[in-house]
């Protein structure tokens, strides 16, 4: 009995999941409409913008509990994965007891409130001809926070046979004595209680919980410890959740993520490392010199990570290995060209950095392209140096088919066609990231139509893969804006603004602790968490000492990069072991990566020490 309400639990919230995953697809072609309109017949609605952004909230809100269900928020696996199976069902239990339960909950009953105040002013558009019902999609936080309690629910039923109730009651006894200590340790050990909740997240996310409702349930713990601080500080967290669902610059993220998904399947990247990989064969190291431009090309096409390097692994992996390619020479070349997608628009990163730094997204895309064309120079002629000296580790390759001309262009023109529309109606200020990204996902759409392999399945596979990514993604921002209300109270931003500003006292020391800092938490925690917790502390920092935004989030955004590269747990590191499988060891990967590391630090300094570089 209790399995089934489990598994009715789980289809409750697939089929809220699937309604993100169409209103994902809508809130492309809507976006598209809308731009198009306006462009070419000055026509606008408020209506529809206001539904694209009710649309948007759907995307993440709706598909949050989904993503949980489908172990899809992200953890830090630093110890998770050298724990037991037995350990692991502990750490997933525990989750979801004391974390995903009390969070929910408590944003369930706020926003509640948040929701009733609406209905009861019958709230709707401040603008007219703006769309009735506000508190409908104001409902929906409701919905996500309820959907998330249900769902930890079913966890716990799913995991309940792998744990036993004495292990759960030691643990959360233990988290009390924990709690009582972390109450007195203020007075105690004269410890900043901000210093402290900062560390008390690391520590639980480094035993392997989900990152999102850490933050939010540290947030919560200390709220609670501190008597100063009313929990009804929450009351705000409704409204703050709501502000991220206004937020067009946001909007382009999941669109941004279908595009780079609907790309993956419709084998542009395929035939593109096919002929590159042929026409630069014949030269030493000429493989891997094909790698890197095809990293580059689908960098400024999806910029989506993961995908870029677990198709070249795929893909030229094996054919590097034939050839008598170093092992390591071929898996730095790949780990490392396909997280070009992190610094070459259209970044992921650049529009999350774009929102938290309050700068224009557009400005910060002008702003990275000379960096990503440094990085991809920087590679080729390491890759070539490296040739040059040991021949035998980058031998020629004579491929049996060399491409023509015509199988050339027709390799290079569709991706590039999309680049070129997308990127150049941003740079020649004709559209919004926004707008470009929805102009992406339909010319993507036409691009696998045009090859044949668009259908119904690679539809409902990109639509639900991106509403999974996107609820990732916001949930980590829903979490952290918990975490930063709390944080904020307690004073943790005037610490960190005093001891920048007043105890450091100059810029360019400031700017070289914030890229050390970043640079050692990208060895053990995503660019999102980074982007969303530990950015904004420098934010009053960055406009105490008057250093340019833009610049400033471009060195950070080539920081973030090199954290997808640095072992022990470089996602890139862990997506080309996955797909590598045999044909490379881990020793050998993070040998491969170490010289391509130095490589972006050193355009790092060069950015640095050159500002005018970046100057938009």
Known sequence: ???????????????????????????????????????????????????????????????????????????????????????????????????????????????????????????GSGDPGGLCCRYLIKGTILIFALSLALQGVAEMVKLRRRVSLLQVGAVTLAVGGVVVLLALSEALFWIHPALLMFLTALLLLFLGFRVAFVFGVVGLLFATIDLDIPLSIFSMLPMRIYGIMQNFTLMAVPLFILMGLILEKSGIAKTLLENLGALFGELPGGLAVGVVVVGAILAAATGIVGASVVMM??????????????????????????????????????????????????????????????????????????????????????????????????????????????LGSIFAGIATPTESAAMGVIGALLLTYHSGTLNRAVIRY????????????????????????????????????????????????FIWIAMVSILLLGFFIDFVEISFVVIPLFVPVIAHFGIDPIWFGILVALNLQTSFLTPPFGFSLFYLKGSGGHLVSTA?????????????????????????????
């Not at 650049?350 to 702003?367: C, E, M, N, Q, R």
């Open 1 to 123: 009995m209790i399995d089934r309400v489990a598994l009715s639990i789980d289809r409750f919230n697939r089929l809220l999941a699937g309604v993100g995953a169409v209103a994902a697809l809508l809130l492309a072609f809507l976006v598209f409409y809308d731009a198009f309109m306006r462009y070419l017949f000055h026509s606008g609605s408020i209506a529809l913008q206001e539904l694209e952004w009710h649309l948007f909230d759907l995307t993440f809100l709706l598909s949050s509990a989904y993503t949980l269900a489908h172990d899809k928020h992200v953890r830090v696996d630093i110890l998770f994965e050298k724990f037991s199976p037995r350990t692991k069902g502990l750490i997933k239990f525990l989750d979801a007891l004391l974390l995903v339960l009390p969070f929910s909950l408590v944003l369930a009953y706020f926003s509640l409130t948040f929701t009733l105040q609406s209905l009861a002013q019958y709230e």
């Open 313 to 422: 692994s795929l893909i030229t992996l094996p054919i590097m290995v034939q050839y008598g390619y170093d092992r390591s020479l071929a898996s730095g070349t790949i780990a490392a060209s396909g997280t070009l997608g992190q610094i070459i628009p259209p970044s992921i990163v650049l529009i999350v950095l774009g929102d938290v730094l309050s700068v224009s997204v557009g400005d910060l895309f002008k702003a990275a392209v000379v960096p990503g064309l440094l990085l991809v120079v920087g590679y080729i002629l390491y890759i070539l140096i490296y040739a040059s000296l040991k021949p035998e580790a980058a031998p020629p390759v004579r491929l049996p088919h060399r491409p023509s001309l015509r199988e050339l262009l027709e390799a290079i023109l569709p991706a590039a066609a999309l680049i070129i529309a997308v």
């Open 588 to 616: 050998q990967i993070y040998r491969g990566v170490v010289p391509f590391i130095l490589i972006q630090l050193l355009v790092l300094l060069i950015i640095f020490l050159f500002p005018s570089l970046v100057k938009v």
């Open 462 to 509: 990109v639509a639900l893969e991106s509403v999974k990514l996107s609820a990732m993604i916001f949930t980590i921002l829903i979490g952290a804006t918990a975490f930063s209300l709390v944080f904020n109270e307690i004073g943790g931003e005037e610490l960190v603004h005093h001891f920048f500003s007043y105890e450091i006292g100059d810029p360019t020391t």
